[in-house]
């Protein structure tokens, strides 16, 4: 049976090179998303061209109706959802606001975690009773290592309020939601993917998003009884997996 892949946020950057080894490497029938149909389609397009298996789909994580519309389209059309990568993120840090706890707007912190974290918790709430219900499911989530609580007052990062907080966010909903899972053959896990050539890494980032998709595709296919509820740094940097602290 062939798996189906769903990749939020993937007509471009990380989501887009996810996506594509998915394809290429796994054999998986990977579903592109976004909020730009249009968008998600000319890059499906181009994964046709290179004869992959995928489906475009719209899907704006932050708004709940189209969350629930997009997986019923999918439960419909699939029977079945086998992998979940939330990867769809915004980060407000070149804000010279956010460099400072007295300068960061409020209503900045708000969206960031409402599309960092929020939204991740309303797509498992979509995703996970498909999975349960086939007794499988791999949940990938991309955070930053700038998210590690425990290395915040020695790491040399900006501030970046907004952006860490919704990734420490993040990365607490992941832990949560793999204590309610374990037991079963659903594993959800973190990882950082380093710094990227993407529109949010900008040009001087040291590597590109393919690269910064390889530990993406580790936890996309662990096998029955592999981690969960594990932060993991990119393996480029240390030749294999590598857990970070929380
Ligand atoms: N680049 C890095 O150096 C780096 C480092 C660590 C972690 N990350 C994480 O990697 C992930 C991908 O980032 P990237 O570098 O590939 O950035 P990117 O090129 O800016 O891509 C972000 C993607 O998320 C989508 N998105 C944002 N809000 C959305 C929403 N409400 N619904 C659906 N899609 C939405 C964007 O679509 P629109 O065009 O419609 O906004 C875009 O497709 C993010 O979670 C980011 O935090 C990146």
Redesign the pocket.
Known sequence: MQRIALV????????FAIAERLAKDEGMKVILS???LAKVQESAARMIKDDLSVDAIE????QQSSVESAIATLEQKYGHIDLLVN?????PSYDPTEQSFLTVKTKTLGETIN??AT?VLTMMQSVVPLMKKAGYGRIVN???EMASLRGIPTDYYPLALSYRVS?IALNGIVSLVAKELAGTDILINAY?????K????GPD?PFT?HE?AETAIYLATLPTGGPSGKFYAEMRKFGGPIELQW
């Not at 990867?87 to 980060?91: H, K, L, P, T």
């Open positions: 939020t946020g993937s007509y471009k950057g990380l989501g976004g909020r730009d899907l704006d994580v932050d990867n769809a993120g915004v980060n599309t960092n939204a991309v955070s930053t990734k950082s993917p380093g710094w990227l993407t529109d949010m890494g980032a998003a910064g």
